[in-house]
């Protein structure tokens, strides 16, 4: 994610007054993830956050372009949220596990290297449209297939 991140504001000549980037002080790798972004030169861009609560994340998710969630291996998390309120969220969306589970192709703007995280940055920063299509998509899938009642159903049938 933060080689795709440098590659985009690197190829695309952004000023740190163009956009604001957040990153969160999570997880075992926050050190070598800060080292990263001093190596790659795109410290100044970076604003890091310390563990905040469910209402300040809520806020920034209100205020946020795009978001990013899992890039690995990993279950999706909280990116679930930031497509339920029609932002594009650039993930390993895990098309193996969910187009079969939902039948469909979800809206996540699927990024497993740095060449798809600048791309998909490049796309969404020029062009509010597409911005806007993915981010609707985006909650209407959510809404079809994570509804809360059958979770609720499901969790009760068991």
Known sequence: MIYGIAEFLNKNKIKTEDIEII????????????ELCRKLNISTYITWKKEVSQYELNQI?????????????????????????????????RPEVFEPLTGEQSPVCQAANLKEVSDWLELLFYSPEKKHTIGKAS??????????????????SI
């Open 61 to 93: 998710i209100k205020k946020c372009d795009v978001a990013f969630d899992q890039l690995g291996d990993q279950w999706i998390g909280y990116g679930i949220v930031v497509m339920a309120v029609g932002r594009p969220l650039i993930a390993n969306g």
């Open 139 to 156: 909650s209407i899938y959510v809404r079809k297939h994570y509804d809360i009642n059958k979770t609720i159903d499901f969790i009760t």
């Open 23 to 34: 990153f969160f002080e999570k997880g075992p790798d926050v050190e070598n993830a800060k």
